[in-house]
């Protein structure tokens, strides 16, 4: 699921080496921290939150296989 998550920052931003992947693991659930470079902030959440939005509805289908589930939080 990370790398899933570095795949789809790294095509969108214009600083691919700054982009990180943090998770944090729980029983059920797993939280997954984006940090990418302050410039590229914009590019990832996209416009009203359209490209953000996408890339949780993804994450959550693939969670969905895998029996858990998945936040994606985008931190500055």
């Known amino acids: 699921m990370k790398e899933l998550i570095e795949v789809m920052a790294k095509a969108l931003v214009d600083a691919p080496e ?3 992947v943090t998770e ?3 029983e059920n659930t ?3 921290e984006l ?3 302050r410039g590229d902030v914009g590019k990832v959440i996209g416009k009203k939150g359209r490209t953000a939005e996408s ?3 993804i994450l959550a289908a693939a969670s969905t296989k895998l029996r858990r589930r998945s936040v994606l ?3 500055d």
């Open 35 to 37: 940090r990418v470079a």
């Open 55 to 57: 890339m949780r509805i």
């Open 30 to 32: 797993s939280v997954f």
């Open 24 to 26: 944090n693991k729980g």
């Open 73 to 75: 939080e985008i931190v």
């Open 18 to 20: 700054e982009v990180t």
